[in-house]
T-cell receptor
Framework: DTEVTQTPKHLVMGMTNKKSLKCEQH?????MYWYKQKAKKPPELMFV???????INESVPSRFSPECPNSSLLNLHLHALQPEDSALYLC???????????????FGPGTRLTVL | GDSVTQMEGPVTLSEEAFLTINCTYT??????LFWYVQYPGEGLQLLLK?????DKGSNKGFEATYRKETTSFHLEKGSVQVSDSAVYFC???????????FGAGTILRVKS
């Protein structure tokens, strides 16, 4: 299985809502990532989990809260978002960095988020 | 810091034309290099990779060679199809690094 799945595919939420994005992989990868992508731009890294521990937070506002319940799952909890947070949110996974790992990341299809 | 520079688009070609998308990089050490493709409304797909100098990555008719002397990883395809229309991202990963550094992306439009 070489697939990363993400749910939901689309999400519309108000600024006072709380919602969660979900990501799952069954490739045995122990590194998982959240990215934010605006239209016609490259993905911007938000968070990295390595062996289920948060290893990188790219100074993301606290209204985004990541969680890694186990080695296959990654969640992104959303609360009190702003309209400028509307974007495509991408999840990715890879083997953790090491002598025989080249950080080849596999991406999911993304969740298209609209904040009203 | 590490960076990737891609040729600006959009690139518009007729079907069966030859494609080159230029990519150059700046990095310390020996990064791994990647090309990702993003079709409309989808996530990124890994198109090809190269992990050391002079490696050639290839997939689906696309090729790119890791040139350390010119710090380049140009993407080529001999004959493009309408279905190749997408955004192409060049990226690098530093040795033992967790992060991918992306170029700005190049939009490719292929007309029939």
């Amino acid at each position: 299985d070489t697939e990363v799945t993400q749910t939901p595919k689309h999400l519309v939420m108000g600024m006072t809502n709380k919602k969660s994005l979900k990501c799952e992989q069954h490739m045995g990868h122990r590194a998982m990532y959240w990215y934010k992508q605006k239209a016609k731009k490259p993905p911007e890294l938000m968070f990295v989990y390595s062996y289920e521990k948060l290893s990188i937070n790219e100074s993301v506002p606290s209204r985004f809260s990541p969680e890694c319940p186990n080695s296959s799952l990654l969640n992104l909890h959303l609360h009190a978002l702003q309209p400028e947070d509307s974007a495509l949110y991408l999840c990715a996974s890879s083997h953790p960095p090491g002598p025989s790992s080249y950080n080849e990341q596999f991406f999911g299809p993304g969740t298209r988020l609209t904040v009203l | 810091g590490d960076s990737v520079t891609q040729m600006e688009g959009p690139v518009t070609l007729s079907e069966e034309a030859f494609l080159t998308i230029n990519c150059t990089y700046t990095a310390t050490g020996y990064p791994s290099l990647f090309w990702y493709v993003q079709y409309p409304g989808e996530g990124l797909q890994l198109l090809l990779k190269a992990t050391k100098a002079d490696d050639k990555g290839s997939n689906k008719g696309f090729e790119a060679t890791y040139r350390k002397e010119t710090t380049s990883f140009h993407l080529e395809k001999g004959s493009v199809q309408v279905s190749d229309s997408a955004v192409y991202f060049c990226a690098l990963s530093a040795s033992y690094g967790n992060k991918l550094v992306f170029g700005a992306g190049t939009i490719l439009r292929v007309k029939s």
